[in-house]
């Protein structure tokens, strides 16, 4: 029997918009419990970023087409943590088979929690929640992403210079980043003058920049850690007049966004494997509910049967490799 792609969005959270069905469409029933069993969901706000449609949920199609199972897309499409806290929320108490959430804010903590006492298997992926319960995080090692950037931005700076950092100041995957690259710096002449918080959103990371700008006149250069920061630095040095003379690391975005490192705008971006760990996600769930491991003996409620942690690694794409990067990426 040919097994049928099932992908559904949907949105739980009242304050969320519904977003477009694809695939199979959604059907309410009395025993939620009984119809979601092969049903999955992946949560997050932002939920229509265009990195996460041109990437993770690329991934989320292909896994859901290999196992045979259905992947519901659930979440706010705008930045509304307590809308996505709330989805979450939702979502567990439907009783799916599994769900991965993003995470964005420690204050999801008691959300993934509850999923797991309701006997709801939760990962996390691309940013994690160490002090959940969640059973494994799948995604990039955020400490490292700060030690790459730190180190694309000493090379950059030949080793001396003011440097300003843009965040989720919160999120703990941020954190890490952001302790990576402080490390890193130590002990040579780059120094860190402000660390911002840029929401997750390019408009806020455009406004922080300029003031950053204003506020620091030798600012040399800017490292950003979410998605959205690129955008917002590159846009605030294009109006004040700053391109090329301030360094810039950050995070990847969309494809025309690595002209940016060709035209030497942008000096290094951090590429995450985004469809690697959101395709491990949903194996990892699916091997949770269905490999059969045992690990002496002891069954699920005294150990998981998958890791606790995947690393899914790094690539760096600097003007040393930019043109070989953008020729592949066009196939």
């Known amino acids: 029997m040919v097994r049928k792609l099932r992908i559904i969005y949907t949105s739980l959270a009242i304050t969320a918009l519904v977003l477009p069905t694809v695939g199979v469409a959604t059907r309410t029933s009395a025993h939620p419990t009984r119809s ?140 890490q980043a952001v302790a990576g690259f402080t490390a890193t710096i130590a002990g040579t002449g780059v120094k860190i003058v402000a660390s911002q918080d840029d929401g997750g959103d390019a408009t806020q990371s455009a406004s922080r920049t300029a003031a950053l700008l204003a506020a620091h006149p030798n600012l040399a250069g800017i490292a950003g850690f979410d998605a959205e920061s690129g955008t917002g630095i590159v846009r605030a040095l294009t109006e004040g007049g700053k391109l090329g003379k301030v360094k810039v690391t950050t995070m990847e975005q969309t494809p025309a966004f690595f002209n940016n490192v060709k035209t030497g705008v942008v000096q290094a971006v951090i590429v995450q494997k985004r469809e690697l760990f959101t395709y491990y996600a949903f194996k990892m769930l ?21 890791p606790q942690n995947i690393d ?19 196939h």
């Open 286 to 306: 699916y091997d949770y509910n269905h490999s059969g491991m045992v690990i002496d003996g002891l069954g699920k409620q005294f150990t998981s049967p998958i």
């Open 312 to 330: 899914t690694g790094l690539l760096v794409v600097n003007k040393s490799d930019i043109d070989q990067f953008l020729a592949h990426m066009s």
């Open 36 to 175: 979601l069993s092969n049903t999955y969901y992946w949560i997050s706000q932002d939920s229509t970023l265009p990195l996460f449609v041109a990437h993770d949920q690329v991934a989320i199609k292909v896994v859901a087409k290999q196992l045979g199972i259905s992947i519901r897309i659930a979440g706010p499409t705008n930045i509304d943590l307590p809308g996505f806290i709330s989805t979450i929320n939702q979502v567990c108490a439907l009783h799916p088979a599994g769900v991965s959430v993003v995470g964005w804010d420690p204050s999801e903590t008691a959300a993934v929690n509850q999923c797991m006492a309701e006997g709801v298997p939760t990962v996390t992926d691309d940013a994690d929640l160490p002090a959940s319960k969640r059973l494994t995080f799948i995604g990039t090692n955020w400490y490292q992403i700060g030690v790459t950037q730190a180190q694309q931005m000493i090379q950059a700076l030949g080793g001396k210079g003011e440097v300003a950092l843009l965040s989720i100041i919160n999120a703990d995957n941020m954190k």
